[in-house]
C-alpha cells in the first residue's frame, strides 16, 4: 500500500532554513497526484501549506508563499519542504500527504505519520 | 478566502448517543469540495468523509456527512468509544488550495 514518511531536523534555529523530505513507497510520484504539506502547531489545528504535482507545478498557501518552496525528486520518489526565515511560530508537527488535485476527493486521502519540528535557539 | 467555522467547539456525548457536527462556510461551497477528518492524539488526520457526503474507504457507515451551500453536518449515529477524538472540516478551493475549520473535540461525558 501507499506509504509517506517524513524526515528531517526537528529543532531548527530562528531565521533560518526548515528542510523537510517526504519518502512515498507503494506509489511512483511520477504516475500522477499532487502531493503536498500540511503543519499543525501544538494543540491547534491544521493549515496547509502548499502542494506540488509530479510535473513540479507549484500551490501555496497565500500566507506562506514568500517563505515556501517545495519540489519534487522523481527520481528517489520524494519531495520536499523548505521553508525560510523560520520564527517560533513555525514549530509544529508537519505532514506530508497525498490528494487527488483536480479530482474527486478533493482531499488528502493517505498522510505520512507527521514529524515535529521545534524552532529555537 | 473561506473560513470554515466548526461547532460546537467541544462536544461531551456518551458511547451509544448521535453526535452531530457543524461546518459553516463564509461562501457556498461545492459540495464536491467538502471533506472532514478524524484525529487521535498523537496520531495523524484520516480521511473520513469527501464529497459532503460520501465515506472514504474503510470507514464504518456509522459515520454520515450532509449539506450543501454554507452549512455541512458530519453525524456520528451511535458512538464508539473509538470516535472520541477531534475532527476537521476542509474545503477545497480554486488554484488548488485547502482551508481547514478550527476543529471539534468530541470527548467522552
Known amino acids: 500500500q501507499v506509504q509517506l514518511q517524513e524526515s528531517g531536523p526537528g529543532l531548527v534555529k530562528p531565521s533560518e532554513t526548515l528542510s523537510l523530505t517526504c519518502t512515498v513507497s507503494?506509489?511512483?510520484?511520477?504516475?500522477?497526484?499532487?502531493w503536498g504539506w500540511i503543519r499543525q502547531p501544538p494543540g491547534k489545528g491544521l493549515e496547509w501549506i502548499g502542494s506540488i504535482y509530479h510535473s513540479g507545478s507549484t500551490y501555496y498557501n497565500p500566507s506562506l508563499k514568500s517563505r515556501v518552496t517545495i519540489s519534487v525528486d522523481t527520481s528517489k520518489n520524494q519531495f520536499s519542504l523548505k521553508l525560510s526565515s523560520v520564527t517560533a511560530a513555525d514549530t509544529a508537527v508537519y505532514y506530508c500527504?497525498?490528494?487527488?488535485?483536480?479530482?474527486?476527493?478533493?482531499?488528502?486521502?493517505?498522510w505520512g505519520q507527521g514529524t515535529m519540528v521545534t524552532v529555537s535557539s | 478566502e473561506i473560513v470554515l467555522t466548526q461547532s460546537p467547539g467541544t462536544l461531551s456525548l456518551s458511547p451509544g448517543e448521535r453526535a452531530t457536527l457543524s461546518c459553516r462556510a463564509s461562501q457556498s461551497v461545492s459540495s464536491s469540495y467538502l471533506a472532514w477528518y478524524q484525529q487521535k492524539p498523537g496520531q495523524a488526520p484520516r480521511l473520513l468523509i469527501y464529497?459532503?457526503?460520501s465515506r472514504a474507504t474503510g470507514i464504518p457507515d456509522r459515520f454520515s456527512g450532509s449539506g450543501s451551500g454554507t452549512d455541512f453536518t458530519l453525524t456520528i449515529s451511535r458512538l464508539e468509544p473509538e470516535d472520541f477524538a477531534v475532527y476537521y472540516c476542509q474545503q477545497y478551493g480554486s488554484s488548488n488550495w485547502y482551508t481547514f475549520g478550527q476543529g471539534t473535540k468530541l470527548e467522552i461525558k
Open positions: 464529497g459532503a457526503s
Open positions: 500527504a497525498r490528494s487527488a488535485g483536480t479530482i474527486p476527493p478533493f482531499a488528502f486521502d493517505i
Open positions: 507503494g506509489y511512483s510520484i511520477s504516475s500522477g497526484y499532487y
